[in-house]
């Protein structure tokens, strides 16, 4: 959807690198989803943010949803080959829930 | 593991055909989501129901219809396959912030159709 920009669209990184992705919305996020699909197969939770401020982490990926709750970054730390994938943020709008594009993410050995 | 299953995981279908895909959940959400997932176009929803009896229509809802009769399925119809239909569809269920758990899987596996 238009509503969800994900930056950058893809990204190359050498293992051990610390990356982030953003994603960010034209309206007020009231829920922020990020899920992670590998190459060619369905799409795993990671963390659900609906407070502005709010900081979650999972293992070595941490999201944050800044204070006026129209962005979002997802930011890993050491990079390793298991975190390749497709990362796509999802937003509540109402009665529905929307995604971005998603960001396409390789990591080089 | 607690979560939603899809049939077929894959189909080739005839245009004009008629096709339904389905999906079960056995997390007793109320709101349930079909979307679509094309190459360089990212998920986008094709109908939602926020609780059984109701439905509506996502971004992109034409040439396909859903119900939702229970809690637990929430079928996808295509009545007129056409190829442009072609693509993966996405079952989901997201949990509230309270209850989503990395354990949980909050969408099917997807099913693949080919509609020639």
């Known amino acids: 959807s238009q509503e969800l920009e994900q930056s950058p669209q893809s990204l190359i990184v050498q293992e051990g690198k610390n990356l982030t992705i953003n994603c960010t919305s034209s309206?007020?996020?009231?829920?922020l989803y990020w899920y992670k699909q590998k190459y060619g197969e369905g799409l795993i939770f990671l963390m659900m943010l609906q407070k502005g401020g709010e900081e979650k982490s999972h293992e070595k990926i941490t999201a944050k949803l800044d204070e006026k709750k129209q962005q979002s970054s997802l930011h890993i730390t050491a990079s390793q080959p298991s975190h390749a994938g497709i990362y796509l943020c999802?937003?509540?709008?109402?009665?529905?829930?929307?995604f971005g594009k998603g960001t396409r993410l390789h990591i080089l050995p | 593991i607690a979560g939603i299953t899809q049939a077929p995981t894959s189909q080739i279908l005839a245009a004009g055909r008629r096709m339904t895909l389905r999906c079960t959940q056995d997390m007793r959400h109320n709101a349930m989501y079909w979307y679509r997932q094309d190459l360089g176009l990212g998920l986008r929803l094709i109908h939602y129901s926020n609780t059984a009896g109701t439905t509506g229509k996502g971004e992109v809802p034409d040439g396909y219809s859903v119900s939702r009769a229970n809690t637990d399925d929430f079928p996808l119809t295509l009545a007129s396959a056409v190829p442009s239909q072609t693509s993966v569809y996405f079952c989901?269920?997201?949990?509230?912030?309270?209850?989503?758990?990395?354990?949980?899987?909050?969408f099917g596996p997807g099913t693949r159709l080919t509609v020639l």
């Open positions: 999802g937003a509540v709008r109402g009665d529905k829930i929307i």
């Open positions: 309206k007020t996020l009231y829920g």
């Open positions: 989901a269920s997201p949990g509230l912030a309270g209850e989503s758990s990395t354990d949980t899987q909050y």
